[in-house]
Structures are given as structure tokens and as C-alpha cells.
């Protein structure tokens, strides 16, 4: 079956404890995306990934990292996370572009 | 600034009535404006609009772009108690960029 995955999809932590969430797509894709959705702002791009070693910044990219060593892969990482960064958080794979993409479950993330 | 603007922002219709969602925008480098469905998970893709004029039909649902007036509309007849979700409108846009801005989303609730 052709899908998105995330892990974990729920996450409570603390300040400061860096974090990894997990992202993986089945389908081949090259472009991969992350976004977070808050109420009032809607969803926003945190970072795209054109393929493998390629990112680039979406609109709201402080505070995270991400990485693009394997095409089926695109990994979230908050080095040091804030209060400010509890969210609602999905993942995206398309095959060309930033169109028809295929979104994965959501994290939703809570710092403390 | 770039920007997508859904109205109204919340709406109640009876089942079998026809609504009508409204989304404007403001970019540079147009490149195709989307319309997703959220329901209590992750956005489902329902329609990619590039050219003016043409309208997308999927059953019940039908979508239409005006390149010129800078909107498109999303029209449901009809309605089901199963169309309650929120529907996010995003255009895909930039030149050498990849970028995605979503509007805050229409929520709809049909009721019985």
C-alpha cells in the first residue's frame, strides 16, 4: 500500500531534549516536505527536500533540522525544543513538485 | 506579501444543500492552486487547477481557478453529513524555489 508513515505519532517531552520524528515514503517520491499546523495559522512548510542531499527552507525553518541521506527518508529533528514548537506536525511526499502530495498521519508534539 | 485568503472561515449547511468555498491569493510565479479535505487526520487531495476557465469535477465536487480575479471556488452539492471537514486551499508558486502557502481552511459541518 502506498503511503506516508511518521513516528512517533504522539510525543510529550521537555525543553531542551533533543528529539528525532521519523518520516518514510513507500512510493518512490522525490520531493518530500514538512509542515507544521497550529490553530489560527494553518499548515505551514517547514523544510522540502527536492531529492537525495537536496533542502531547502520553507517558510518557518528555526528551531529544526532535516536531512535527505536516503530517498524514501526525510527526518525532523528539533535540536533543542521550545514551547513554541508544540504542533501539529505532517510529513508530504509528491513525485514532481510541490503538488498532489500525498501527506502522512501527523505527530502531534507537545513540549513542556 | 504572499498570501491565501479561504472564506468564510466556518459555515453550517443542511444535508442536500449546495455551498460554496472561497479562496483568493496573492503570489509571485503561479504555478498551480490546490484543494485539499482534513478531517480529523491528514489532508486528501482533491483538486490541482493551473489554467483558467477549466473547470475539475470529482462527483459531487467541482473546482474552478480565475487567473485573472486571482481566486478559485470549490463547490459541493448536494451535501453529506460526510463533506464536514475543513477545506484547505494552498498555491504552489515560485520561480527557482519550491513554495506552499495554505490558507486557514473553511470548516464546514453539514448537518442531518
Known amino acids: 500500500e502506498a503511503q506516508v508513515t511518521q513516528n512517533p505519532r504522539y510525543l510529550i517531552t521537555v525543553t531542551g531534549k533533543k528529539l528525532t520524528v521519523t518520516c518514510s515514503q513507500n512510493?518512490?517520491?522525490?520531493?518530500m516536505s514538512w509542515y507544521r499546523q497550529d490553530p489560527g495559522l494553518g499548515l505551514r512548510q517547514i523544510y522540502y527536500?527536492?531529492?537525495?542531499?537536496?533542502?531547502d527552507k520553507g517558510d518557518v525553518p528555526e528551531g529544526y533540522k532535516v536531512s535527505r541521506k536516503e530517498k524514501r527518508n526525510f527526518p525532523l529533528i528539533l535540536e533543542s525544543p521550545s514551547p513554541n514548537q508544540t504542533s501539529l506536525y505532517f510529513c508530504?511526499?509528491?513525485?514532481?513538485?510541490?503538488?498532489?502530495?500525498?501527506f502522512g498521519p501527523g505527530t502531534r508534539l507537545t513540549v513542556l | 506579501e504572499d498570501k491565501v485568503v479561504q472564506s468564510p472561515l466556518s459555515l453550517v449547511v443542511h444535508e442536500g444543500d449546495t455551498v460554496t468555498l472561497n479562496c483568493s491569493y496573492e503570489?509571485?510565479?503561479?504555478?498551480?492552486l490546490l484543494w485539499y479535505k482534513q478531517e480529523k487526520k491528514a489532508p486528501t487531495f482533491l483538486f490541482m487547477l493551473?489554467?483558467?476557465?477549466i473547470e475539475k469535477k470529482s462527483g459531487r465536487l467541482s473546482s474552478i481557478l480565475d487567473k485573472k480575479e486571482l481566486f478559485s471556488i470549490l463547490n459541493i452539492t448536494a451535501t453529506q453529513t460526510g463533506d464536514s471537514a475543513v477545506y484547505l486551499c494552498?498555491?504552489?508558486?515560485?520561480?527557482?524555489?519550491?513554495?506552499?502557502?495554505f490558507g486557514t481552511g473553511t470548516l464546514l459541518a453539514v448537518q442531518p
Open positions: 508530504a511526499s509528491s513525485t514532481e513538485g510541490l503538488d498532489t502530495q500525498y
Open positions: 512510493m518512490n517520491h522525490e520531493y
Open positions: 527536500s527536492m531529492n537525495v542531499e537536496v533542502t
Open positions: 503570489v509571485t510565479n503561479f504555478r498551480s
Open positions: 493551473t489554467s483558467s476557465g
Open positions: 494552498a498555491v504552489y508558486y515560485g520561480g527557482a524555489t519550491n513554495k506552499l502557502i
